[in-house]
């Protein structure tokens, strides 16, 4: 049975520090986290602004399970501002980068795979398709149900469910869904195909917002394999996947 448990965050950045604040996600944190609370980067990549607000990252940490979730809590939620003493100049350095952010935490469905999965496929998108689904009370479970019987109307175009998740202490009325795009080219395909609009409508959403993502130089699909100590170096100023003005 899968009982992973995720954090999502929508993180936004100061001015033109979306680089940085990747580089010290991926290489700077992930080590601690897997070390200290055994949490897995399952992703971390640039909104294009074009598609949605401007300059922010979307972050999703992988748990084994709710008492591993709740372990990790237990160390973060002491000291001052309820964050762990021990990485205080590891927040100062990310407050640099950062201002605010909205976290979910979410949970997969039982059949999703986990990041040490998709990266042993080798699974990634040229860009990612995330879309948070608003449905009514106790139907988001549907969605994700539905989002996997429409793998091959989606695999038309190269599309690939490579996330499937519910938010969880909320109303069972929200599911996100994340779809590795091999080619540009074939997210426009997407678009353009009217029985994926068809499909959408059927399941008869509240609302249904769609956000292109691109990889973080070090986001585990783009590397196959987590971020690590040995990554640690400057990013360049200049080195934005997606961008400084989208």
Do not use: K
Not at 51 to 77: C, D, I, Q
Not at 105 to 115: D, E, F, L, Q, T
Not at 125 to 135: M, N, Q
Not at 217 to 236: A, C, F, K, V
């Amino acid at each position: 049975m899968n009982e992973r448990v995720y954090i999502h965050e929508i993180i936004d950045i100061i001015g033109h520090h979306r680089a940085a604040y990747m580089q010290h996600m991926t290489a700077n944190w992930n080590p601690i986290g897997r070390e200290e609370r055994n949490q897995l980067c399952f992703g971390v990549w640039a909104l294009l602004g074009s598609t949605g607000a401007w300059p922010r990252t979307v972050n999703m940490w992988e748990h084994e399970s709710w008492a591993g979730l709740a372990a990790s809590f237990e160390v973060e939620a002491v000291g001052r501002g309820a964050q762990d003493p021990a990485l205080e100049r590891w927040w100062a350095r990310a407050a640099e980068f950062r201002s605010g952010g909205v976290d979910r935490i979410m949970v997969p469905a039982p059949w999703a795979r986990g990041i040490d999965e998709l990266c042993a496929a080798g699974t990634r998108g040229a860009v990612y398709a995330h879309e948070l689904v608003t449905v009514a009370p106790g139907r988001a479970a549907d969605v994700l149900e539905r989002a996997r019987d429409a793998n091959e109307l989606h695999g038309r175009h190269g599309w690939e469910l490579v996330g499937a998740f519910t938010t969880a202490m909320a109303n069972d009325h929200e599911a996100l869904l994340l779809w590795a795009i091999p080619t540009w080219g074939a997210w426009a395909d997407g678009e353009r195909d009217g029985e994926l609009s068809v499909w959408r409508r059927g399941l008869d959403p509240v609302t249904w917002n769609r956000v292109l993502l691109v990889d973080a130089p070090l986001s585990p699909m783009r590397i196959g394999r987590q971020p690590d100590r040995s990554d640690r170096t400057e990013p360049p100023e200049a080195s934005d996947p997606a961008g400084s003005s989208c």
